[in-house]
């Protein structure tokens, strides 16, 4: 069993930036893979990114690659957004979620998920 936790969100100005992180409990393993995915009023569960426990490895949303870094610390257990140059139409809940199939684009993948986390970005 996982527990995920999101942290992080807030008001911030267009152009600025913001890093949420992601503390999970119990239980993991080397090929469980950590996404982020973010939901605006009105509109679909979005992929943002993905990374592995195990090699780092990363996956990006077309959209976000330049602007958005995902990582982890496995020692404790953290995984982080870095977000720059942020618009208003980042504006959304940000979720985070494992899957113990690894990296993945799609939200079928993902067993566990965190309760997520406001970010507001202001113009």
């Known amino acids: 069993q996982v527990q995920l936790v999101e942290s992080g969100g807030e008001l911030v100005q267009a152009g600025g930036s913001l890093r949420l992180s992601c503390e999970a409990s119990?239980?993991?393993?080397?090929?469980?893979?950590m996404g982020w995915f973010r939901q605006a009023p009105g509109k679909e569960r979005e992929f943002v990114a993905a990374?592995?426990?195990?090699?780092?490895?990363?996956y990006y949303a077309d959209s976000m690659k330049g602007r958005f870094t995902i990582s982890r610390d496995n020692v404790h257990n953290t995984v982080y957004l870095q977000m720059n140059s942020l618009k208003p139409e980042d504006t959304a809940v940000y979720y985070c979620?494992?899957?113990?199939?690894?990296?993945?684009?799609?939200?079928?993948?993902?067993?566990?998920w965190g309760q997520g986390t406001q970010v507001t970005v202001s113009s």
């Open positions: 979620a494992a899957s113990a199939q690894g990296v993945a684009g799609s939200s079928q993948f993902y067993r566990y």
């Open positions: 119990g239980r993991t393993f080397s090929g469980y893979g």
């Open positions: 990374i592995s426990w195990s090699t780092g490895g990363t």
